[in-house]
């Protein structure tokens, strides 16, 4: 699919009306599980918080992490999360240059 017929599905406004909502998603799921883990009370399943990453909620996600320091300890967060919204960001800039 080409960027011009993506925008005409998705126009840019609500795409990035999509993006912040996610980023504001990731970065409430970081603090409520790291207020949940204070209080030993049920957690937000890691799964949940790399699909948020992944469905565009990198920077809410990794600022989270990092503001609340949460799950700053594991490797795989600190790394994957990264990744992730490096590998998208990358992804899009090929597609826009195509």
């Given at each position: 699919m080409s960027v011009e017929?993506?925008?005409?599905?998705?126009?840019?406004?609500?795409?990035i009306i999509?993006?912040?909502?996610?980023?504001?998603?990731?970065?409430?799921?970081?603090?409520?599980?790291?207020?949940?883990?204070?209080?030993?009370s049920w957690r937000i399943p890691e799964k949940t918080l790399f699909l948020l990453?992944?469905?565009g909620g990198g920077v809410g996600?990794?600022?989270?992490?990092y503001l609340f320091r949460h799950k700053t300890k594991k490797m795989r967060f600190t790394v994957g999360f990264p990744v992730i919204?490096?590998?998208?960001?990358?992804?899009?800039?090929?597609?826009?240059?195509?």
């Amino acid at each position: 699919m080409s960027v011009e017929t993506f925008l005409q599905i998705f126009p840019l406004k609500y795409v990035i009306i999509y993006l912040v909502a996610i980023n504001i998603v990731g970065f409430l799921a970081m603090f409520i599980d790291k207020q949940k883990a204070k209080r030993g009370s049920w957690r937000i399943p890691e799964k949940t918080l790399f699909l948020l990453t992944f469905l565009g909620g990198g920077v809410g996600t990794i600022a989270g992490m990092y503001l609340f320091r949460h799950k700053t300890k594991k490797m795989r967060f600190t790394v994957g999360f990264p990744v992730i919204l490096i590998t998208e960001i990358a992804l899009v800039i090929y597609w826009v240059m195509q």
